[in-house]
């Protein structure tokens, strides 16, 4: 199987977790486009969706499905989306998009969040993939400087702002042994408004696309 039909399979498979007449949060990137696809096509059984970017909003409209602000809601039962690294405690890397501070916001509100990987994604150690870091425009050497501290390689993603009108800073050089230690790091460097690390809100179910099909993880 290809990767995009490993990525078909989990954004399928996903639905399973969409409940019947409730909201449903939305990632970004391709494999959680995909899941917009599958939802479009039970959108008369939920009530709407929370965005974690304007483009996952635009396509949830552009599929008839209802988009809700965040702060109009306060239960929201599961949060899909897909990541660039995750591990068998289900830390994750996430933000190859640039959205990780929507998704963050998004999953933080979530009961449980469902990721949707291909197979490449499941990794021993974190960091392979560059950590992104979302950072205010004035912090961008600050924050460079104490990344390089800390062991990193940091490199502006050249030509991108978020959503939030922000730069990108892609990490390379990291080996990460304790995500949760270095989540809480770099949250407290000034300018840093969220890091890829997805490790104290952690992924509650992984469905993972496999050649033998989707494998249901969760955390050891
Ligand atoms: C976007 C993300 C994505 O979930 C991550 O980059 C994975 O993307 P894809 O599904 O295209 O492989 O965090 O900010």
């Known amino acids: 199987m290809t990767q995009d039909e490993l990525k078909q399979a989990v954004a ?12 449903v949060g939305v990632g970004t990137g391709s494999t959680a486009r995909l899941f917009i696809e599958a939802l479009g096509e039970i959108k008369h059984k939920i009530s709407g969706a929370v965005a974690s970017s304007e483009d996952t909003k635009t396509r949830l409209e552009r599929h008839g499905i209802k988009v809700f602000d965040l702060n109009e809601v306060t239960d929201l039962p599961v949060y899909i989306d897909g990541a660039d690294e995750i591990n068998a405690e289900m830390h994750m890397i996430k933000g190859g998009g640039g959205a990780l501070t929507r998704e963050k916001i998004v999953a933080a509100v979530a009961r449980k ?14 960091g392979s993939f560059p950590l992104p870091i979302e950072v205010i425009p004035m912090a961008r050497a600050l924050v460079t400087r104490e990344l390089t ?15 939030n009108g922000n730069l990108i800073l892609d990490v390379r050089g990291l ?42 993880l969760t955390a050891d």
């Open 149 to 163: 501290r800390i062991g990193g390689t940091p490199v502006l993603r050249q030509g991108f702002v978020t959503d």
């Open 175 to 216: 080996q990460i042994v304790d995500p949760v230690d270095l989540e809480t790091r770099i949250n407290q460097i000034a300018g840093v408004v969220s890091c890829g690390l997805f490790a104290s809100r952690a992924a509650d179910v992984c469905l993972l696309g496999t050649s033998d099909g989707v494998r249901t």
């Open 12 to 23: 399928r498979a996903a639905l399973d977790y969409v409940l019947e007449g409730q909201l």
């Open 113 to 126: 969040f469902v990721c949707i990987v291909d197979g490449s994604k499941l990794v021993p150690v974190l």
